[in-house]
């Protein structure tokens, strides 16, 4: 019977410094066999005299319960008060997190047809992950329900925006959109609509059929589902 030996490298691999065995693992065995500790240690590099760039992965990784979606969350600031990690450490952990972030909203099919609140809140939501403040954006569309452009029309503070009805209605002039969708987060979490969005949707729902423009939703993101103005039902994941 044929034996196939292993590299000696793997066969040695506890003999590295902890703070090498995760590129050599991703070299030898991909970056599926590697923890979330020892991805994270590749970004930041190196650790202290005292910590291994592992340990301290660790360190940080058990200050959010072990959850990724709660790191991206830590601002620079926050990274920088673990001992051994510097502004630069941290930079790179936010930028890989961004990029994650980047890739989960590009694989979604470029111009799908938006049917429903879901497939608008599939397209859509990616892009509020993580975001602390609350932005409203409106998205124009085409005869076929595909996008064909978002802008932002405002940028506020965690507890609101402010948001002008004539400056969607530019856009949707502009753009000569057949229909729109009104978006915006709420950090808060709470995915019931305020008494304000409750307002904006009926003025903007009157004004838009003044140009012959169609909106078809007005939803609200939080990081845990959506809430559609359309179907009156709050979705949760």
């Known amino acids: ?6 590299p000696l490298a793997v066969l040695n691999i506890k003999s590295w410094a902890e703070e090498d065995r995760p590129r050599e693992k991703f070299l030898i065995k991909g970056a599926s066999s590697l ?3 020892e991805l994270i240690a590749i970004l930041i590099g190196s650790g202290t005299p005292t910590m291994s760039a592992v340990d301290l ?41 961004e990029l994650g972030r980047r890739r989960n909203y590009s694989i979604i099919e470029e111009k799908p047809k938006l049917k429903s609140s879901k497939m608008m809140y599939q397209y859509l939501a990616p892009q509020f992950l993580d975001l602390l403040h609350e932005e409203c954006w409106l998205l124009m569309l085409d005869s076929q ?20 009805v004539k400056i969607i209605l530019k856009h949707a002039i502009e753009n000569l959109c057949q229909s729109i969708v009104l978006y915006h987060n709420h950090p808060s979490g709470n995915l019931l609509p305020s008494n304000k969005d409750i307002k904006l949707t009926d003025q903007l729902r009157d004004a838009s059929k003044l140009i012959e423009v169609t909106l078809i939703d ?15 039902v709050a979705y949760t994941n």
Not at 1 to 6: C, D
């Open 35 to 37: 923890s979330d500790a």
């Open 1 to 6: 019977m044929i034996q196939v030996k292993e």
């Open 57 to 97: 992965s660790k360190l940080i990784l058990k200050s959010s319960d072990n959850d990724l979606n709660k790191i991206a969350k830590l601002t620079i600031k926050d990274l920088t008060k673990f001992k051994g990690m510097g502004e630069a450490k941290a930079i790179s952990i936010a930028a890989a997190l």
């Open 218 to 232: 007005h939803l609200i993101f939080t990081n845990n589902g959506y809430y559609s103005f359309t179907d009156g």
């Open 145 to 164: 329900l595909q996008p064909i452009k978002k802008v932002q029309i405002s940028k506020g503070g965690v507890m609101g925006t402010v948001v002008d």
